[in-house]
Every structure is written in structure tokens, then in C-alpha cells.
């Protein structure tokens, strides 16, 4: 039996949702609370969001797994260079254990910092001035760098076979 031409409706919704829930995360990460003001009202909310987008985000992506490795995939498409062609199994992979560590660095930050008291259950206490004195925290803000990268590197692979190899492989995405 050939190899189907699309990626099962699921892992495509799971794909797109993610991708989007994702750079949403990294985007409230870095560019809210990363710059906000430990005094600022709305530091609290913007953390729980982030929070529950991490949480979400591991959810979803424990789901796309489980779907991932139980479906019929498309041939692995190729760039025609054998080190491009292992650099993209060895990132998709990678995209799987830095959302994996990500969550675990974030969930540790959380309890270290006294977080699900303050975030989740209204204790009253404030939210720590500064993150960077846990170093779970470091590894996250390392982590969120390098995932930001990864999709970078993601978008130019993906880039390259429409523009330059003209495959349509993003049509196995819709």
C-alpha cells in the first residue's frame, strides 16, 4: 500500500493549533512577561496565561504523539542532501523534547517560586520579582530560546521545498 499523500486530519489540526498556541507562549514569554514590571497589575494574568498555554501546549503535544506513532504518515519528503535530510528528522524530534523540557523546567520554576499558591489559588502573595534566581527558570528562558530558533529553522526548511524545490510540501499539511 503506498504511503498517503497528507498527514492524518488530526495531526494536521494538532500541527496548526500547536504551531500557533506555541509562538503565542514564546510571544507572552519574551515579549510580556519578560519585560514587565514585577509591580505591574497585570503581571499575574499574563502568567496565568502563559501557564495554562504551557500546560495546553504539553497536552496537545502528548496527543499529537500518540496520534503521530498509531497513523499512516507520507514518505519523509527530501531535500536531495542526505545531512538536510537527518538534520530534519533530528529537529522534528527536537521539537518534541524542548516542548517536553519546557514544561518540566517551567513546572519546577512554578513550584520553587511558590507559583500554583499565587497563580492558581489567590493566596494574595506576589508574584517573585525575579524568575532568574531559580535556576529551573534559566534552563526555561534557554529552552524558549532554542525553540524559537528551532521554528526558524523550521520555517527556512519549509521555505526551501516550496520556493526552491517546489514539491508542495505543504500540502501534506492541509
Do not use: E
Not at 29 to 54: C, N, T
Not at 89 to 108: E, K, N, P, R
Request: charged share 10%; no cysteine.
Amino acid at each position: 500500500m503506498a504511503p498517503p499523500a497528507r498527514y492524518h486530519p488530526w495531526l494536521v489540526t494538532l500541527h496548526w493549533g500547536l504551531a500557533i498556541l506555541i509562538v503565542a507562549t514564546l510571544t507572552v514569554g519574551f515579549a510580556w512577561l519578560g519585560q514587565m514590571p514585577a509591580s505591574d497589575p497585570w503581571r499575574l494574568d499574563v502568567l496565568r496565561w502563559h501557564m495554562a498555554g504551557g500546560i495546553l501546549i504539553l497536552t496537545l503535544t502528548i496527543l499529537r504523539f500518540m496520534i503521530r506513532i498509531r497513523t499512516i504518515r507520507p514518505a519523509r519528503a527530501s531535500t536531495g542532501n542526505r545531512f538536510l535530510d537527518r538534520l530534519a528528522q533530528v529537529s522534528h524530534l527536537a521539537f518534541y523534547v524542548i516542548i517536553l523540557m519546557m514544561t518540566g523546567t517551567g513546572l519546577a520554576t512554578a513550584l520553587m517560586a511558590g507559583l500554583p499558591a499565587i497563580v492558581l489559588g489567590h493566596s494574595g502573595a506576589g508574584v517573585p520579582v525575579d524568575f532568574a534566581i531559580y535556576a529551573p527558570f534559566i534552563a526555561h528562558a534557554l529552552l524558549a530560546t532554542l525553540l524559537a530558533n528551532l521554528i526558524l529553522m523550521h520555517l527556512v526548511g519549509v521555505a526551501y521545498h516550496q520556493l526552491v524545490r517546489r514539491d508542495r510540501l505543504l500540502s501534506r499539511m492541509r
